[in-house]
């Protein structure tokens, strides 16, 4: 059944208390030291329907930085710039099986190239095809991209989450030098890297997040505006990718519990949405160990589960 917004809005105060007592169970992201600054205990929501009207509960004025969710949107970027074929020779199109940030595969598995583009390897690879002559111009077309997403002109980089994620970044750097050997990266690493660290650094609110989602639910046309900004194939794409890998080694019990295309990031924030209907932005920063929200997935497992969102 989908609820008004009203009525949704009864619900969720009790939903939130409820899946905040889950936040004792994880732990804040501090291999990001700026991260491990945020409230272990902090979760908010925010629903947004097709009117632009919202319903919210919790630490909805919390910022955050999007980290892994905006992978959603460089990958739609991407093939804005380039076309599926182009992206899709730097990507497949399979979940790993593997930590996020893990190269097994890259060096196991022919052809070399990261198995999807929600993976850390896989982002990387996607940063690397953004369209600008120089990391500062593809990094304010991505910005821009992602203000426009937001229906926010104001969104903007966290500068100090991005010299963390820069200065301790020596993960990433392994995969990117590695995706270099391969083949798969072709311009100067650190400049690709700069881009990649930035557009994970994007500071957001849940209800950036929640209008970000409403874009993709409603196939990549503004139900605000009635502007269409992303093909309707290219949302499909990102969205089959949420489901199969947007959480990260938790995505097929994430399908099960919730039954939604979602996009997690390691500051706590989840992106998802009922298609069609709402645009849904949460933060939860205690992460379980696969590195999602723990109270956040709990609240959406309770809220689909009252309210029958699984599209399955």
Excluded at 70 to 92: W, Y
Excluded at 284 to 307: F, I, M, R, T, Y
Aim: proline content about 4%.
């Amino acid at each position: 059944m989908t609820l008004p917004l009203e009525k949704i809005q009864i619900l969720l105060p009790d939903a939130v208390e409820s899946s905040r007592k889950l936040a004792v169970q994880g732990e804040v992201a501090s291999y990001i030291p700026e991260l491990s600054r945020a409230p272990q205990h902090a979760l908010g929501v925010c629903i947004m329907d097709r009117t632009g009207k919202q319903a919210s509960a919790g630490d909805t004025e919390l910022k955050f930085t999007l980290q892994s969710i905006s992978k959603v949107f460089t990958l739609l970027l991407a093939l804005l710039d380039r076309g599926e074929e182009a992206v899709f020779t730097k990507v497949g199109k399979e979940p790993t099986g593997d930590d996020f940030n893990s190269m097994l595969k890259l060096e196991l598995v022919e052809p070399g190239i990261p198995f999807n583009p929600l993976i850390n390897a896989g982002a990387i690879a996607i940063s690397s095809l953004i369209e600008g002559k120089n990391p500062k111009e593809k990094s304010q077309r991505i910005l821009d991209f992602f203000r426009k997403s937001a229906g926010n002109s104001s969104i903007d980089v966290e500068e100090s989450v991005f010299r963390s994620e820069a200065d301790s970044a020596h993960r990433n750097r392994s995969l990117a030098y590695f995706l270099k050997d391969n083949g798969v990266l072709t311009g100067d690493v650190e400049e690709i890297l700069e881009v990649y660290f930035r557009h994970c650094s994007i500071e957001v609110t849940c209800s950036d997040v929640a209008r970000m989602a409403l874009l993709l639910a409603c196939n990549g046309t503004d139900p605000l505006t009635g502007e269409t900004l992303i093909p309707r194939r290219y949302v499909q794409i990102a969205k089959t990718f949420m489901v199969t890998c947007g959480m990260y080694n938790a995505s097929g019990e994430f399908a099960i519990g919730v039954g939604l295309p979602a996009k997690s990031g390691v500051s706590g924030g989840i992106l998802t949405m009922v298609p069609g209907t709402y645009g849904i932005g949460l933060v939860g920063p205690a992460l379980n160990d696969k590195g999602n929200s723990v109270a956040g997935v709990h609240l959406l497992e309770q809220l689909s589960s009252k309210l029958d969102w699984s599209m399955f």
